[in-house]
């Protein structure tokens, strides 16, 4: 069975612009979960999303935002980008109640 | 509202030594703990999980995890190091099942020859 899968793996941008990223879960799993990785601030939940609605979200500002798909697949968008948003974008599915299985991220760099 | 705290944020040991590695956490109702591991330029792996029952819970890689609630603890180790447990390690907790995970920081543990 094919993990979690993340595209695009790397990514560069500028101040200001935006971007989205897509996270295809392990067949079968209905909930996926994004998580952002910085040195500093380490692993921060953003949101998570079960059958399409967003039931989790973290403390992030409006211009972070995710939307899943009916096959489970799921994007998240980052609008008007900021130096500081630069890090490794993790997601993770699972299927119930189960443990989280980690995709390998996208490592997103604002110029 | 839960936190959690890893003591150093990196760890060397020698081949073959224990390694112990240390997390605190708070929360206002019981809680569910977790260790994961990261190895470089991947994701999260689980090494093991406490949700309820016996507090010594046992993972992958010969790794194990004793939950403390009196000291509100949750510490990893393992017997003898090996080389390729050089990784990050990263502890978690959650109020519960299908609630948002919180991680701490971080410990990098270095394996010495």
């Known amino acids: 069975k094919a993990g979690v899968t993340q595209t695009p793996r790397y990514l560069i941008k500028t101040r200001g612009q935006q971007v989205t990223l897509s996270c295809s879960p392990i067949?079968?799993?209905?909930?996926v979960s994004w998580y952002q990785q910085t040195p500093g601030q380490g692993l921060q939940f953003l949101f998570e999303?079960?059958?399409?609605?967003?039931?989790n979200k973290g403390n992030f500002p409006g211009r972070f935002s995710g939307r899943q798909f009916s096959n489970s697949r799921s994007e998240m968008n980052v609008s008007t980008l900021e130096l500081g948003d630069s890090a490794l974008y993790l997601c993770?599915?699972?299927?119930?109640?189960?443990?989280?299985?980690f995709g390998p991220g996208t490592r997103l760099t604002v110029l | 509202a839960q936190s959690v705290t890893q003591l150093g944020s990196h760890v060397s040991v020698s081949e073959g030594a224990l390694v112990l590695l240390r997390c605190n956490y708070s929360s206002s109702v019981p809680p569910y703990l977790f260790w994961y591991v990261q190895y470089p330029n991947q994701g999260l792996q689980l090494l093991l999980k406490?949700?309820?029952?016996?507090?010594l819970v046992k993972g992958i890689n010969g790794f194990e995890a004793e939950f403390k609630k009196s000291e509100t603890s949750f510490h990893l180790t393992k017997p003898s190091a090996h080389m390729s447990d050089a990784a990050e390690y990263f502890c978690a907790v959650s109020r519960q099942r299908d609630d948002k995970i919180i991680f701490g920081k971080g410990t990098r543990l270095h394996i010495l020859p």
């Open positions: 999303y079960f059958s399409e609605t967003q039931r």
């Open positions: 067949s079968g799993h209905r909930s």
């Open positions: 993770a599915s699972k299927l119930g109640h189960n443990e989280q299985f």
């Open positions: 406490y949700t309820t029952g016996a507090t």
